[in-house]
């Protein structure tokens, strides 16, 4: 199996490689910036960190976006943090428009932004938080609704359908922190450095069969 990384210049992407490579071994793990890779990929993983703007003309600069597209289109994909982000239409952050896989818009968290008990929350949401699971699905498997996973995030996304919603955390506000449908499924936080439940949820993407 060739499991493809894409890299776009954004971000060290070191530990997603390091817990794909734990969960599949002996499987083929690659990052790369090549076109051609990740389009003869069998999965591909879309991470990412920083600015949604620089994310995006870095990714056009590396002429990446038609296999993102194609393999988003075609075969299991997985969204890491900013790459949850890019796959919807527009975002806040520098007016930035995305890849319109996704219907919905990215926005930033309120300036002042508190918790139930009025303590005021920082901005950005940084640590381990709760996720809830919207719903079923594959990439779930083996961990328990209200698992612990670590976020570092500024902006969130917010769908046009909520039938796009897997799961949803609490941080001042609900909001959208994995969507889903038919063969991607993308996450706001980060597997790669949530431990147990995070390795688990690579190992459910390695093998899953949508």
Same mark, same amino acid.
Not at 169 to 175: D, K, N, V
């Given at each position: 199996?060739?499991? #493809?990384?894409?890299? *776009? ?26 076109? +051609? ?6 999965? @591909? ?22 296999? /993102? ?36 818009? @990215? ?33 779930? +498997? ?7 996973? *670590?976020?570092?995030?500024? *902006? ?9 919603? #897997? ?19 993308? /996450? ?10 995070? =390795?688990?949820? =690579? ?8």
């Amino acid at each position: 199996m060739r499991i #493809a990384v894409i890299d *776009y210049g954004m971000g060290n992407l070191r530990s997603v490689f390091q817990a794909l490579a734990r969960v599949a071994p002996g499987e083929e793990v690659r990052v790369t910036s090549d076109p +051609a890779v990740v389009a003869a990929a069998d999965r @591909v993983v879309f991470p990412g960190q920083g600015a949604m703007p620089d994310c995006m003309a870095e990714l056009d600069a590396r002429k990446l976006r038609p296999a /993102v597209l194609q393999a988003a289109a075609e075969k299991p994909f997985l969204g890491i943090c900013i790459g949850l982000q890019m796959l919807f239409e527009q975002s806040e952050e520098g007016d930035a428009h995305g890849l319109g896989i996704f219907a919905g818009k @990215v926005r930033r968290f309120p300036a002042d932004l508190r918790a139930a008990d009025g303590l005021r929350l920082k901005v950005p949401h940084m640590g381990w938080n709760q996720v809830r699971q919207q719903q079923q699905h594959p990439l779930w +498997a083996g961990i328990a609704d209200n698992a612990r996973f *670590y976020f570092v995030h500024s *902006y969130c996304v917010q769908p046009t359908d909520p039938a796009l919603t #897997a799961g949803w955390c609490e941080y001042g506000q609900p909001f959208t922190c994995a969507a889903g449908r038919a063969n991607i499924f993308a /996450v706001q936080f980060h597997p790669e450095k949530s431990a147990r439940d995070g =390795l688990q949820l =690579l190992q459910n993407f390695v093998s899953w069969q949508p």
